[in-house]
């Protein structure tokens, strides 16, 4: 599906934050444990030097992955 004239995953207009608030109002901790249908995942807390954030690096090789920032 192509929206605007560019490629997008579908999941990006999934609000996965519902069970925490919604991603308008999210109430997550690190260490919290999300559920998914197929696992689960854990949120971290990240703190990084500069502003440079390698998600392939953090999160999988694989795609697709997600990551809030």
């Keep these: 599906m192509t ?3 560019w490629y997008h995953n579908p ?3 999934t609000d996965y ?3 925490a608030g919604g991603e308008t109002n999210p ?3 690190a260490g919290d444990v999300v559920d ?3 696992g689960s ?4 807390l ?13 999160l999988s090789r ?4 997600l990551a809030y920032a």
């Design 3 to 5: 929206r605007r004239g």
């Design 11 to 13: 999941g990006y207009e």
């Design 17 to 19: 934050l519902l069970k």
């Design 27 to 29: 109430r997550i901790r």
């Design 36 to 38: 998914f249908p197929g």
């Design 41 to 44: 995942a854990v949120w971290k």
């Design 46 to 58: 990240l703190q990084v030097k500069d502003y440079i954030v390698d998600l392939r690096q953090l």
């Design 62 to 65: 694989e795609a697709p992955v």
